[in-house]
T-cell receptor, first 113, second 112 residues
Framework: KAGVTQTPRYLIKTRGQQVTLSCSPI?????VSWYQQTPGQGLQFLFE???????NKGNFPGRFSGRQFSNSRSEMNVSTLELGDSALYLC????????????FGPGTRLTVT | KNQVEQSPQSLIILEGKNCTLQ??????????LRWYKQDTGRGPVSLTI?????NTKSNGRYTATLDADTKQSSLHITASQLSDSASYIC???????????FGGGTRLMVKP
């Protein structure tokens, strides 16, 4: 069974641009969560989707948004990029929410210049 | 405010030795606690997940404990190997709003 895939793996953008990251969960998994990881802040929760509905949202500004499609694939979008948005963006999938094991993808490394 | 504190921040041990990593949390109401291992440049990999009623859970050379009364968890690594060098992250899920709170991680380096 294929693992969680994220595209692209690396991305360089300039301030003010917008970016869309994609995540394909493990087949059969219906929950997808997104995280931001930076050296200074560690791992921070962005949002969680289950069956196309956002179940939870972390403490991030409205520039960060996401969605989940009927095939459970998910995208996250960051508009008006800032230098501080440079980070590793991780996606994790699970069968359901709460107690189910989460499986992380390799991440997308975003650099904002 | 929900918090998860991990200690130590970093640790260096010799190959073959044991070590214990600590995680203290204030998250309430508690749902579950996960320990993850993250190799450099990779996504985290789940080691264990513990619910309120579980005190100890093992996964090979990794043994996690949970004391829900004192809100403390530990991850014990036995007979360390060079491949254990990684960051270990403690994550606690809240029961009410289903939110996750992450610890800052412990960076472990195993030397030959």
């Amino acid at each position: 069974k294929a693992g969680v895939t994220q595209t692209p793996r690396y991305l360089i953008k300039t301030r003010g641009q917008q970016v869309t990251l994609s995540c394909s969960p493990i087949s059969g998994h219906r929950s997808v969560s997104w995280y931001q990881q930076t050296p200074g802040q560690g791992l921070q929760f962005l949002f969680e989707y289950f069956s196309e509905t956002q179940r939870n949202k972390g403490n991030f500004p409205g520039r960060f948004s996401g969605r989940q499609f009927s095939n459970s694939r998910s995208e996250m979008n960051v508009s008006t990029l800032e230098l501080g948005d440079s980070a590793l963006y991780l996606c994790a999938s699970s069968l359901g929410v709460n107690s189910y094991e989460q499986y992380f993808g390799p991440g997308t490394r975003l650099t904002v210049t | 405010k929900n918090q998860v504190e991990q200690s130590p921040q970093s640790l260096i041990i010799l190959e073959g030795k044991n070590c214990t990593l600590q995680c203290n949390y204030t998250v309430s109401p508690f749902s579950n606690l996960r320990w993850y291992k993250q190799d450099t440049g990779r996504g985290p990999v789940s080691l264990t997940i513990m619910t309120f009623s579980e005190n100890t859970k093992s996964n090979g050379r990794y043994t996690a404990t949970l004391d829900a009364d004192t809100k403390q968890s530990s991850l014990h690594i036995t007979a360390s190997q060079l491949s254990d060098s990684a960051s270990y992250i403690c994550v606690v899920r809240e029961n009410a709003g289903n939110m996750l709170t992450f610890g800052g991680g412990t960076r472990l380096m195993v030397k030959p």
